[in-house]
């Protein structure tokens, strides 16, 4: 008699690691044809509608109706690569080697225009102008390179109410004494310069003096221009309301009083000479209503323009990223069905008898979906923004120069825009479980705050602040390629690029969003029967 | 035909969704209409401001909760299974459709109605603080004023397009998230895109195509000349959005497998 073994079926141990859990959700992820055809496509309508973006964007400046459109212009480059606006009144000397200029400022002055370029026509080219001096109006002394647009320079001035300032190179900005400058409180002011150094100083009696500030301008020829400036950036003001706005502005004009000039080291030239350095695209007055006069050591210059970054640039990269709405909407589908999926067809039972542990399914889907969807984004963005950027150049559009950091921060701050809003699709699935209704909650949470904010007039500019800083909408910020300058007065609104928050400062706010949908989705998807 | 509306009535009025998402699509319109209303800053030397246009701001908003309540009374039935019992009790498909669509559409075009009367008077009375009044030359905000009794039916008008578009996008796509993806990113993109496209051309086909766009110009009161669209073919251009989704819709119904 034999006796029969039982059969014992090989028993493996199941795993049921973080890891397998990973793989479990990428299998389903990727044996999902429509989720796959649906993140490829996610990319496609990303880099297909920044192509059509920058090809349809014409920048042109046509002389007659049907001539030939010519390329609109850029503006100059500074020495750290930036766009600038460089156009103002400059009395100046050549300077050979070190030196120094010392002046006394007794009054700016100004004159505005509320209703557009004046006529100049009718007499005086500042007929009709209003007095007046603007907030950033500057006169002073100034040490340059050349008088060559975007060359390095330094400069110590009297501003209209930002008090004495030291700017350098465009970007650099110091302030010295505060205060408005009068016959009765002049400033002094002197720049000394030594091998590439220009250290400037302020004083308000001409006996103690403040060193403001030095700058480091490498480079510098051994003569360098030197003199008397003035220039009064264009006067605006924007009023957006609700259905509608208005704008009005004009060019300026500021008037300087220096006295007591006196320079230090070689000053070759016996006389000063006068300069209008005019940009190209700027709101400056015409030639003729800026000037100098002098009487004796008495120096009385008039100027118009802005010596400063460039502030109203079109945003070329923002405008490649047009389709990010597109794809961010596909994505969000895609999110929300990654879980409502498995709901409509009971699979949840399966995937949650599998693993117990619900909040690690919720994390390892989260995982999955923000890897694969930041994978696409990271293609999409790096392939649409140049692409995007060389159409919008042969249409005519020049491209603001983008360090490399700014670019990468766009490139990968996108895709982890899509990847977080994916997630954030996810969280809220598993919250609602329905998905037409997680889809709008998502889309309206952050394309529709977006919409409103930007598309000019729908809201109130106080609004559209707002709306970029608490709802996911601010995740967007991520794509801001302009620097807000505070020596520059814009308009800094959403619609022209500027975010109410750093970029990666908004990001976070769309992350904080995604972070407490999904505590409280895992919350609830332990709480309920599923 | 009856009896197949009456049939959608019934399961209309019986899901437990429904109603509510009705009555927040009606709150929510009226109240970012008043919040808009009660938001206008107008320096002293007045702007140029559309008093019925602000006070209908909410259907903006209003008309993404009436896309989710169109959309789920197609693709609801297909996830459930729904379908095919209501497939097999009206064999003629149009049919089915054409009874959703009705019933959709009447049910959105009365909660629209009540929206839209309760924002123009909430306009009416929150702009009239701010000085938006007749008296000081604008619009006056009353529907006894022509303009403004356009804008307010072509609204509700509006909303019931609205949803006969989304109805016929989930009877081709079926699915309710990719549905509603899809009603959302027509709507939304077009106005977008138009706003970074700059080339005149583009930008107005833009303007001219766009199913929100072109159906808001109906809320237009003012500055009527300055809109690519006189108001009316506005509303014409997402109605022929709306047609062209139901005809698919319709199409792939009568000749797919459900």
Not at chain 1, 117 to 130: D, E, I, R
Not at chain 1, 425 to 436: I, K, M, N
């Amino acid at each position: 008699m034999t006796t029969l073994a039982p059969y014992r079926p090989e028993l493996h141990t199941g795993r049921d690691g973080f890891a397998q859990l990973l793989r479990a959700e990428w299998t389903k992820f990727r044996t999902v044809r429509g989720w796959v055809i649906g993140m490829t496509a996610a990319l496609l309508v990303i880099v297909g509608i920044g192509a059509l973006t920058g090809a349809n964007s014409e920048c042109g400046i046509q002389n007659s109706p049907n001539g030939p459109s010519l390329a609109c212009p850029a503006p100059p480059t500074g020495p750290g690569g930036e766009w600038v606006t460089d156009s103002f009144y400059f009395v100046r000397q050549p300077l050979a080697g070190n030196g120094s200029i010392t002046v006394r400022v007794t009054s700016l002055t100004g004159l505005y225009s509320t209703h557009g370029l004046t006529a100049g026509g009718a007499g005086s080219p500042t007929a009709g102008m209003t007095p007046g001096v603007q907030p950033w109006s500057k006169a002073g002394i100034i040490i340059k390179a050349s008088t060559r647009s975007g060359s390095a320079y330094a400069a110590m001035m009297v501003t209209g109410s930002h008090g004495v300032r030291m700017q350098w190179d465009f970007t650099h900005d110091v302030a010295g004494l505060g205060g408005k400058v009068s016959a009765a409180s002049p400033r002094w002011l002197r720049l000394t310069r030594n091998g590439d150094t220009i250290t400037g100083y302020d004083s308000a009696d001409g006996a103690r003096w403040t060193r403001v500030g030095a700058a480091t301008l490498t480079g510098l020829p051994s003569t360098t221009q030197a003199g008397l400036f003035a220039a009064s950036p264009g006067y605006s003001v924007n009023t957006t309301s609700l259905g509608g706005g208005s704008s009005k502005g004009g060019p300026t004009l500021a008037t300087g009083t220096f006295e007591q000039v006196s320079r230090q080291g070689a000053w070759p030239a016996a006389r000063w000479t006068g300069q209008d350095l005019q940009g190209t695209m700027d709101l400056a007055l015409s030639a003729s209503a800026q000037g100098f006069t002098q009487a004796g050591n008495r120096l009385t210059v008039s100027g118009s323009g802005d010596i400063a970054p460039a502030t109203d640039n079109a945003d070329s990269v923002k405008k490649t990223l047009a389709g990010t709405f597109a794809g961010l909407i596909t994505v969000v589908v895609i999110g929300v069905m990654f879980i409502t999926a498995e709901y409509r067809r009971g699979m949840i039972r399966t995937t949650l008898t599998a693993s117990p542990r619900r909040g690690r399914v919720l994390a390892a889907k989260a995982v999955v979906l923000g890897a694969v969807t930041f994978a696409a984004g990271l293609v999409a963005a790096a392939i649409v923004i140049p692409v995007g950027e060389r159409l919008l150049h042969a249409s005519g559009n020049p491209i603001p120069p983008v360090p490399v950091l700014t670019w990468l921060q766009v490139v990968i701050g996108t895709a982890a825009l899509l990847a977080v809003s994916a997630v954030l699709g996810l969280a809220v699935g598993t919250l609602l479980r329905r998905s037409a209704g997680a889809v709008t909650a998502v889309i309206g949470a952050i394309v529709l705050p977006y919409l409103l904010a930007t598309v000019p007039g729908i809201l109130p500019v106080g609004a559209e602040q707002w709306l970029l800083r608490v709802t996911p909408a601010a995740g967007f910020a991520v794509q801001q390629t302009l620097t807000q300058y505070p020596q520059v007065q814009t308009v800094y609104t959403p619609g022209t690029g500027y975010f109410p928050l750093a970029p990666w400062a908004g990001f976070a706010v769309l992350c904080a969003w995604a972070a407490a949908a999904l505590v409280l989705a895992l919350f609830l998807l332990r709480r309920r029967d599923a | 035909m009856t009896d197949a509306v009456h049939a959608e009535w019934t399961k209309v009025r019986t899901l437990p969704g429904t109603g509510w998402l009705l009555l927040a699509a009606a709150a929510l319109t009226v109240a970012v209409g008043a919040a808009a209303a009660n938001a206008v800053t107008c320096p002293a030397g007045g702007c140029q401001l559309d008093p019925a246009k602000v006070s209908l701001t909410g259907v903006d908003l209003g008309q993404a909760i009436v896309a989710i309540v169109a959309v789920t009374v197609v693709s609801g039935e297909y996830s459930t299974g729904m379908i095919r019992l209501t497939l097999a009790a009206t064999p003629r498909r149009w049919r089915v459709l054409a009874a959703k669509a009705a019933v959709v559409s009447a049910v959105t075009l009365a909660t629209g109605a009540v929206a839209v009367l309760a924002s123009v008077l909430a306009g009416g009375l929150l702009l009239g603080r701010h000085g938006i009044t007749a008296a000081h030359g604008y619009e006056a905000l009353s529907l006894g004023n022509g303009p403004v009794l356009r804008a307010a039916a072509g609204s509700a008008l509006y909303l019931a397009l609205i949803a006969l578009f989304s109805v016929g996008v989930a009877a081709v796509v079926r699915d309710s998230a990719v549905a509603i993806g899809v009603v959302l990113a027509l709507l939304f993109l077009f106005p977008i895109l138009s706003s970074v496209i700059t080339s005149p051309g583009w930008h107005r086909h833009l303007e001219q195509f766009s199913p929100m766009t072109a159906g808001l110009y109906i809320q237009a009161t003012t500055n009527l000349r300055s809109l690519p669209l006189t108001p009316w073919q506005g509303l014409g251009v997402l109605a022929a959005w709306a047609a062209g989704a139901m005809l698919a819709g319709a199409l792939l119904l009568r000749f797919r497998d459900a």
